[in-house]
């Protein structure tokens, strides 16, 4: 039986969304994103391999009686039968111009089912045509198979029309038959015969008016001759439909032979010569059959031929929708918009999980078409007011949001939960395009797994979620491997795109253009991975010089900073190498800005193959905003606090002088007599950062994350001579703008400081959110830009442990804790865990067109988009050919007694004995081994009466001990097999 597989509009809305799939992946240069849509599509693609294999074993046959001649009204039984190892699920069965199908949910693999299927009710008989139809498992593609049966089913049409009667050619002369009227009356000549029921087309003339006059029936008067003309059907001749031209040449055959004239039936390709009786009105009624049915089969058949459906109806256009699959589909879907949650507008987020929740999991009707109208206005105008545009990545999202809502407050019918599913699969893609951690991606394949068994139950409709699992499990462990070497292998940047597709919004760095009081310690305790850092070379910096350099502020405002006007660019250091610089590779998270991060002081960086140098105040920043990850090359070299020759030091540039010394407009006087007391007993600026050190440390300055507010333009005297609770913030800005106030060129510096180090994946450092940081440069004449920290003088444990730790109680409580077996236990685990995170993203987020050269290089090919598709090709043909194979090998047989006679029996066939025949019986196959092979004999032997025995028999042999004797029934392979004896 031959199956063919269609596609149909969900395979072009796969297309859609896996086209989708990848633009955004190519857009973000994403590689999370590029295996979850290449683990889509192979997911679709193999899907259909599984909806013909679904087909490819199934037989269909007529069973019980068939009559010569059928009532039309009478169901037709047909027996389907699974001779494949795949069980043929969601099968829809339905007879070729019969009304709807019958929906079969499954034939057990090796098992039969048989069904009473709907007559036609197009035609009125003819070659049985069947047809059966499946869109298992993902309703993505369509199979179907048609089985043209030998049976010719005749069905005659029923008598009916109001047309005369056609006039007798007198020049053709039938049989001379005499005329049986009502009354049973005979005559010959063209005298008056008797009466009849008049029926409609009869001429008035021959209407018997004087009996009607009396109160009678209509009646007509019949004449009568020995030889009459014979009255002519012809179906060309007629201008009706097939049904009705049929009907009517019936009721002219009545007529006929009510009157006994003689008729002759005249069809395309037959004519049937004039006749009377009973057996000459059958055949023309079994031609008409033929010919109707003929015609009505040739339509339909064409249809399927063209691939057009709509002559034959489909379970998918009915309105039949079961609440637990579109439950299941609808926590499915919950389940896929969780994670926007915090990227996504908070409207189009309410919009959507409100009508899921009415309609899927609260069970309510469709609403009218105003409401759900109202439904999409309300989310449109809730995406359009945070956003303020409705295109962009965000927008787009939350639009998609609100129009899958609407969506499933019309769902009524099996199409409309197919186009859910699919947007599901969307939505859940769009969480890696927010975030790209190892989790997101396992709840993001999680969630692609859920729909697709949503998909799979709903096909199958049959209760239990065991099945579909299985069947989802099945499909993902086949597309996986697929998906994972097209990963590798599959050409990038075929749309070259870059970076053209970035979310607006990110979690919070403290790291800003602004920096105001509180600022950083609004971040202080996140967990957030700011990125991480390698050192090639081999040599990690001690704790004391671990600060990162992000952002330098020039312009003061007191407690706040800003970092003002591009000012000219003061002169490099060196560019060649010293053995005391350091290499870091950093993968910085992705923050919307355009600062990179680098050990204090970088001297040039690597990003995208390009060089970037130092800005005009030693910071390194991306050409564009970091919308994504990234990964760059930084060389920095430490700054020793040591006394320089002069000549070594660069000249502070008078425009970055004046910017350095530039104060706020009002100065608090008690602040500035302070400061003229620092000058007044100092000599020099060194003296002055020293006194302002020691003020700071021994004034009693408390270092907290909870300093309270500093409001208003007294907010730097509130805080550096009443209150003095601050964070580093408060510190950095407060000694910077009082070094001012003495003379001393300073500046504020934003980045972070420290890093927990990870012997996992060759070492490397993680810093966090937590580990942002604040401190002040101040110029002097002997050193250039020299780094103070006053954070670091008045609480120097912080330099040496995270903030965490050290408000924990310090170094030596945090030394305690991890020197626990419970601290030592969740050390591992965490290091263990961002170790998985960041080879996660060293082999899978950041594998990119540059990595792919890299691979291909390594294996001599070449980086060529069009020589990369030959393998892709390759793979894809590779992969479907095993499944396929898989999916081929025959069927389970459903007795345990005969599967493992089955076993035993290829054993005998592995160790030199022809195989076991058709219609050879288990005793004269053990006979045939026995001549064969007599060493097997004493071990065969008793293998074939057990299972005669307890197959057939009343003994009721044990069926585990048989299958222990078949798995200790190990016969050996012989090199030769002794020759049978002649004669």
């Known amino acids: 039986m031959k199956v063919r597989v269609r596609w149909n509009r969900h395979t072009l809305a796969l297309l859609a969304i896996v086209a989708g799939m990848w633009y955004a992946a190519e857009a973000q240069s994403n590689g999370a994103a590029h295996l979850i849509a290449l683990l889509t599509a192979t997911m679709g693609l193999l899907s259909w391999l599984h909806a013909r294999a679904n087909l490819r074993g199934l037989h269909v046959r007529l069973v019980g009686a068939r009559p010569a001649v059928q009532d039309a009204a009478r169901p037709i039984a047909v027996e389907l039968r699974a001779t494949g190892a795949v069980s043929p699920c969601g099968l829809e069965a339905l007879v070729i111009g019969a009304k709807e199908p019958v929906f079969v949910e499954r034939v057990r693999a090796g098992g039969s089912v048989i069904v009473d299927l709907p007559p036609p009710v197009q035609q009125t008989g003819g070659v049985l045509q069947i047809l059966v139809r499946s869109v298992y498992p993902l309703g993505l593609f369509s199979a179907e198979c048609m089985v043209e049966t030998a049976w010719v089913r005749r069905v005659h049409p029923q008598p009916a029309g109001d047309l005369p009667l056609p006039a007798p050619d007198p020049l053709r002369q039938g049989d001379a038959i005499p005329v049986a009227t009502a009354r049973g009356q005979t005559s010959g000549g063209d005298d008056f015969a008797g009466l009849r029921e008049w029926r409609a087309g009869d001429s008035p003339r021959h209407i018997d008016w004087r009996a009607a006059a009396r109160g009678g029936p209509l009646m007509v008067k019949a004449w009568s001759s020995g030889t009459q003309g014979v009255v002519v059907f012809d179906w060309n001749a007629l201008t009706l439909d097939e049904p009705a031209r049929a009907s009517q040449i019936a009721q002219w055959m009545e007529t006929c032979e009510e009157e006994g004239r003689p008729y002759e039936l005249r069809l395309p390709g037959q004519i049937i010569r004039a006749g009377h009786g009973p057996a000459h009105m059958r055949r023309c009624l079994d031609a008409l059959s033929m010919q109707t049915s003929a015609d009505a089969g040739s339509a339909h058949s064409s249809d399927l031929k063209t691939g057009k459906s709509s002559s ?55 609403p009218p078409v105003l409401v759900r109208v109202g439904v999409i206005l309300a989310g449109v105008v809730a995406v359009y007011s945070t956003y303020g545009e409705l295109s962009g990545m965000e927008p787009g999202i939350a639009m998609l949001l609100v129009l899958a809502g609407a969506k499933m407050l019309e769902s009524r019918t099996p199409r409309e939960f197919q186009v859910l599913a699919l947007i599901g699969w969307f939505l859940a893609f769009c969480a890696i395009l927010m975030e790209n951690r190892l989790s997101r991606s396992v709840w993001t394949i999680a969630v692609l797994l859920l729909i697709a068994a949503a998909m799979v139950r709903f096909r199958r409709n049959m209760p239990g979620a065991r099945e579909p699992a299985r069947v989802t499990a099945i499909l993902f462990a086949q597309a996986l491997p697929l998906a994972v070497l097209l990963f590798f292998v599959f050409p990038r940047g075929l749309l070259e795109l870059g970076s053209a597709l970035g979310r607006s919004r990110f979690g919070q760095t403290g790291i800003d253009n602004v920096l105001d009081a509180g600022s950083i310690a609004k971040v202080a305790l996140s967990s957030e991975v700011a990125f991480r850092v390698r050192f090639p070379d081999g040599r990690l910096p001690p704790n004391d010089t671990r600060y990162w350099r992000c952002l330098t502020l020039w312009n003061c405002e007191g407690m706040r900073w800003t970092r003002g006007d591009r000012l000219g660019y003061s002169p490099r250091l060196s560019g060649k190498k010293r053995e005391t610089d350091v290499t870091q590779i950093i993968d910085m998270e992705a923050h919307g800005k355009r600062w990179l991060p680098a050990l204090d002081l970088p001297m040039v960086s690597y990003l995208r193959g390009v060089e970037v140098y130092p800005d005009y105040d030693d910071t390194l920043s991306s050409p564009i905003s970091v919308q994504n990850t990234e990964r760059f090359e930084v060389l920095s070299r430490f700054k020793i606090p040591t006394p320089q020759d002069p000549a070594d030091v660069p000249e502070l540039l008078e425009t970055h002088r004046i910017a350095a010394l530039q104060l706020p407009q009002n100065i608090s006087p008690k602040l500035r007599e302070l400061t003229d007391y620092w000058k007044k007993v100092t000599q020099n600026d060194e003296q002055i950062v020293s006194i302002g050190l020691s003020y700071v440390s021994t004034m009693g300055f408390r270092y907290t994350l ?21 964070f580093c913030e408060h510190f950095s800005a407060s000694f910077a703008t009082l070094m001012r106030m003495a003379g001393v060129p300073s500046r504020v510096v934003i980045g972070y400081l420290g890093g927990e180090y990870s012997d996992h994946n060759g070492g490397y450092l993680i810093v966090k959110q937590s580990d942002v940081h604040a ?90 988009k069009l020589v990369l598709l030959i393998p892709s090709a390759a793979f894809v043909m590779l992969g479907a050919l095993l499944i396929t194979l898989w999916l081929r090998r025959p069927a389970r047989h459903a007795d345990p007694w005969m599967r493992a006679w089955q076993r035993a029996c290829s054993r005998v066939g592995k160790a030199g004995v022809h195989a076991l025949l058709p219609n050879e019986g288990p005793l004269a196959f053990a006979q045939r081994v026995a001549l064969s092979r007599p060493d097997l004999s004493d071990q065969f032997a008793p293998l074939a009466d057990m299972y005669v025995a307890g197959r057939y028999g009343s003994t009721h042999e044990s069926l585990d001990d048989f299958k222990a004797a078949v798995v200790r029934f190990r016969p050996r392979r012989m090199s030769t097999v002794p020759a049978r004896k002649k004669g």
């Open 775 to 864: 401190w002040t440069e101040v110029w002097l004449e002997k050193f250039g830009w020299l780094r103070i920290d006053p954070t670091a003088a008045l609480a120097p444990d912080r330099v040496n442990i995270d903030l965490r730790s050290f408000l924990a109680g310090g170094a030596e409580e945090a030394e305690r804790q991890r020197r626990t077996l419970w601290g030592r236990t969740l050390q591992r685990l965490h290091l263990w865990w961002d170790s998985v995170n960041y080879g996660w993203q060293n082999q899978v987020i950041d594998y990119n067109q540059e990595s792919q050269r890299g691979l291909l290089e390594r294996v001599g090919l070449k980086q060529s």
């Open 312 to 366: 034959v109806v489909s379970m998918e256009q009915s309105t039949f929708l079961p609440w637990r699959p579109l439950m299941f589909l609808s926590i499915s879907l919950l389940l896929a918009i969780l994670p926007l949650h915090g990227y996504i507008a908070i409207g189009g987020l309410v919009v959507c999980a409100l009508c899921l929740l009415w309609r899927g999991v609260l069970r309510m009707g469709v």
């Open 706 to 726: 909870e300093p309270g507010e500093y409001k208003g333009p007294q907010a730097l005297e509130e805080f550096f001579l009443v209150r003095r609770t601050g």
